[in-house]
């Protein structure tokens, strides 16, 4: 449970939804986004740049809820209806298992289906990214023959350079010369990510009391793909009451 601690302010945000994903743009920096679907959360994220782009699977039907969180900010809930493509989409997470390193070129496995009524030949998807550290040495991916309803697997490279920073959100969009469908793909390239499991008051019934010095132990967990060393850390303090 997330408690306001000042007065809650609106905050603007604009949601749409492609052929396998769902796009908020926001003028929030860090603001959470959570796709929930049958009452699951089927992915998270948060805004980078005053955006965020999270997938679904286009052969799922009914209704994704979108919610748009940051603290002391009124929240945005949006229901949005899974509208299967006409053409074709990207059905699987390419990157899940994935390791995105700096200075590399990774392989990922696209699963694409026709949902169109009709039978595609000759399909080419043209690959772009809105990352200046991503290239590819082929933009094109020669998809060739679906039947309708069917699907076939196809593998992409990409190039990231060098000087790419960690954490970089690496999007990469692919379109279809047969239909103009879009799909987009997300990744994140490997980086530290250091996050707080549990957070507990030292006082015998566990809760922070005014007007006295109170101790807080703090559990953080490493989720990056390397060990860490050395680390410090800066605790803020986000009300005045302390």
Not at 77 to 90: K, M
Not at 167 to 185: F, G
Request: net charge negative; with cysteine.
């Amino acid at each position: 449970l997330k408690m306001w601690i000042h007065s809650p302010q609106p905050m603007a945000n604009s949601i749409s939804q492609g052929s396998n994903f769902v796009s908020v743009d926001s003028d929030q920096e860090n603001a959470i986004v959570t796709l929930t679907y049958n009452d699951e959360v089927i992915a998270v994220g948060k805004t980078i740049g005053g955006s965020c782009i999270l997938p679904f699977n286009p052969e799922d039907s009914g209704e994704i809820t979108v919610t748009v969180t940051k603290p002391n900010f009124i929240p945005t809930i949006e229901n949005l209806t899974v509208n299967q493509s006409n053409g074709i989409a990207i059905t699987n997470n390419p990157f899940e298992n994935v390791q995105i390193e700096a200075g590399t070129s990774t392989e990922i496995n696209l699963e694409i289906k026709n949902f169109s009524q009709e039978n595609i030949s000759n399909e080419i998807l043209t690959m772009t990214s809105s990352s200046e550290y991503v290239t590819f040495d082929n933009s094109q991916i020669n998809v060739g023959n679906i039947n309708s309803g069917a699907s076939v697997t196809k593998i992409i490279s990409f190039n990231v350079s060098s000087n790419c920073p960690p954490n970089e959100v690496i999007e990469i969009r692919l379109e279809s010369a047969e239909s103009n469908e879009v799909s987009k793909i997300v990744g994140v390239v490997n980086g530290l990510l250091i996050g707080t499991t549990n957070i507990q008051s030292d006082n015998s019934d566990g809760f922070i009391h005014i007007g006295e010095i109170n101790h807080l132990a703090v559990s953080i967990i490493n989720n990056s793909n390397f060990d860490v060393n050395g680390l410090t850390s800066t605790v803020e303090v986000l009300t005045d009451a302390a």
